[in-house]
């Protein structure tokens, strides 16, 4: 769920989560190196939750989002989730700074 609020948000700044790249170039990529949920209260199947997105903080390479899950006003659980800003190559993730536009756009939800 928390990668699912994060792939919207992205959509919603319109950040591609795999952005189409020229021929000769690497796409980048988010993958995640960390992932944490704290559960505060019971969620029940079916249940209608709200998930609450934001930038918690912007690294180098990296971004951590903070994730809020209620239910009416009832906080169900609170999660972290860090990204890594990196070039998809065909040896595998390279990790590289955050693009200056990308990172005024992170700035925004701060
Ligand atoms: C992502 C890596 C290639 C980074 O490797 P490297 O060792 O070079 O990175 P650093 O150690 O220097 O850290 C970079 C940056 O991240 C911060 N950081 C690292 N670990 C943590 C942590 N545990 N908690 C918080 N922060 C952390 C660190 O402080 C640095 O921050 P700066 O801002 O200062 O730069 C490498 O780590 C790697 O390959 N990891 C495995 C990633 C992975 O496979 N994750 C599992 C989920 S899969 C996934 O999400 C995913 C994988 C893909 O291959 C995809 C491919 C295409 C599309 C999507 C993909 C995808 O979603």
């Given at each position: 769920m928390m990668e699912s609020a994060e792939h919207e948000m992205l959509r919603s700044m319109g950040i591609s989560v795999f952005p189409k790249s020229a021929p000769n170039e690497h796409p980048l990529s988010w993958p995640r190196?960390?992932?944490?949920?704290?559960?505060?209260?019971?969620?029940?199947?079916?249940?209608?939750?709200?998930?609450?997105?934001?930038?918690?903080?912007?690294?180098?390479?990296?971004?951590?989002?903070?994730?809020?899950?209620?239910?009416?006003?009832?906080?169900?659980?609170?999660?972290?989730?860090?990204?890594?800003?990196?070039?998809?190559?065909?040896?595998?993730?390279?990790?590289?700074p955050i693009p200056a536009e990308l990172r005024e756009l992170f700035q925004k939800h701060l």
């Open positions: 190196v960390s992932a944490s949920c704290d559960y505060l209260s019971a969620a029940q199947f079916e249940d209608l939750l709200r998930i609450d997105v934001h930038v918690a903080q912007i690294g180098n390479s990296s971004v951590t989002y903070r994730f809020k899950f209620t239910r009416d006003e009832v906080v169900v659980a609170e999660g972290s989730l860090t990204v890594v800003c990196c070039l998809l190559t065909p040896k595998g993730l390279s990790k590289t």
